[in-house]
Each structure stands twice: as structure tokens, then as C-alpha cells.
């Protein structure tokens, strides 16, 4: 079985109110071919775009004010919006990286709650309105990207694809995405409701005592696993949260760990194993497993 990234594109228009006094803050990439579309180089920090919680890094515009973004150049993206009066349309391509186990495509929905505090005014992730063009369609904003070295990447639980719920309790289904950037960029600190997918294994894929072997290709997240001693075995102690462990459904608690990258964990110590599977979040690796708790 392999644990690896699934990467689905999407389309999603976002408003942003220009406030008179600080810079949208887009730039794009240089070398626009003719007929494809500018692409997002950087977000500045601190700009109107980087507070509203809804553009990204590596975003395609499809369009800007209504006109189309095809073989825009730079120099014609600064005019429209300077062009524009109090508000910018973007219509925005973008890409919703989330880890996947091969041979499952059954889930169930979990929550977690996070409490995170602003940097540099931004809680460190980007919002969308999945699977509606439009910002005021109904349904719960998507979280589309974690931005590197901000408050939702240090705190690790929250993974693109999850669903925002709440706002320090404020449902947010009825409301558009521009109002719940609003609410985003009010707040200095908050809590969040998030609802993620956990995989549901069956019996017949991780069979009860029998090895299994996993590939784990996940770069840029931790894996979530901390394991302990049981005897002469090392068994899975942990499963935190919100982790790439507990959306896959692959582990429980309990669960013998017979090897590492090929390393027979009864060479290890209980630190060194631990710090092969956090070594997962910079290259691929191999686990292999003994499920000693039943899935399905």
C-alpha cells in the first residue's frame, strides 16, 4: 500500500476590497507565453491580498475584472487593477494537494479544534470556495494551501482539503467567502472548528496479524507516529491528530512496527526509530506493519 499526494485542480473566483492605502500585493511570474495564464509568484506580506485569507502562491488568474487573463502580461495586470475601483474580481486556478492511500475511497468525517494566533496578519492558510465559482455560493470555505512558516503550518494539524466549520463558534455555511475573510481579518487570534476525512480500512486490506507494507511519500509533512516499547517490540504509543497517520486509517494504537526503511527496528532504539519516521517528511519510506487491532 502506498501513502502518497493526489493533487485535483479547481476554479474559484475571489473578490478583494481595495482599502486605498496598502498594495494588492500580487506579483507575478515573468514570461507569460502567448494564450497561457499569469501565474501568482509571490503574495507580499501584509498586502490586501496576503490579509484576505483567499490567494495563494502558484495560483493561474483565468481572468481579472471579467477580462480574460490569457497571455496577460504584467504590465497589463498592474493597470486593470489600478483600473479597478473598490473592488478586484479574480478568477483563480489552483491545485488542492491531499494525501491519499492507494485502494481506499471510503471515508469518515472527524473534527478537530484548533486556537491559532496571526503573524504578520495572516493565520497561514488560504481559503476557497470548493467546487463553486462564485464566493457567495453556499457550503463550507476549503482550506486550499498551508503558507510555509506560518501559524497553521507551525501548529501541523491543519491539511489542505479540510473544511473551516467555525470561527470561535461562528458557523460559516450561509456565509460567502468574502465574509469569512471578513471575519478571518478582524480577529488577531481565534479558534477554529475543522472537519477533515480519516480513511476507512477494511480487514481484507491490513489483515489482522499479518505484515504489511507501506509507502510513505508524503514530502513536507509529519507523519504523525510516535512509537514505544512493548517488551522486545515497538509498537505505535501515538497517533496524533489531525496527522497523515490518523487520515489514512492505516495505524491504531497497538500496532507492531517490524521495520524502517529496511532497518529491522529490533537494531533501534525507541529515539532512533522515532526519528527515521520523522525523516519521512523530507524523502519517501517504508514501513512495515503488523495490525494487531482489527479496522472494519
Sequence with gaps: MQLQYVIRKQVSRVDLQKDGTTSIGIVLKDGVKTGSRPVIKTIKKGSVAYRSHCVSEKDAIVSVCGQDARGMSRKDFKHLLREAESKIELELE???QEACLSKCGVYRMERIYLKLKKESESFGFVLRKYGFRH?????????????????ADKDGRLKAGDRLLQIDGQDLEALSLSQAADILQAKNEATFTIEYKIALIENSQIRLGERTNLEIDCPDADLGLVLGPAGSRMVIEEIR???LADRCGAFRVGDDILAINDIDVAFLSTSKANNLLRSFKKEPGR?????????L
Design 135 to 151: 464566493p457567495t455560493s453556499p457550503g463550507y470555505p476549503v482550506i486550499s494551501n498551508i503558507r510555509e512558516g506560518g501559524p
Design 241 to 243: 491528530k489531525g496527522s
Design 94 to 96: 489552483y491545485q488542492i
Design 287 to 295: 514501513l512495515v506493519l503488523v495490525a494487531n487491532i482489527e479496522r
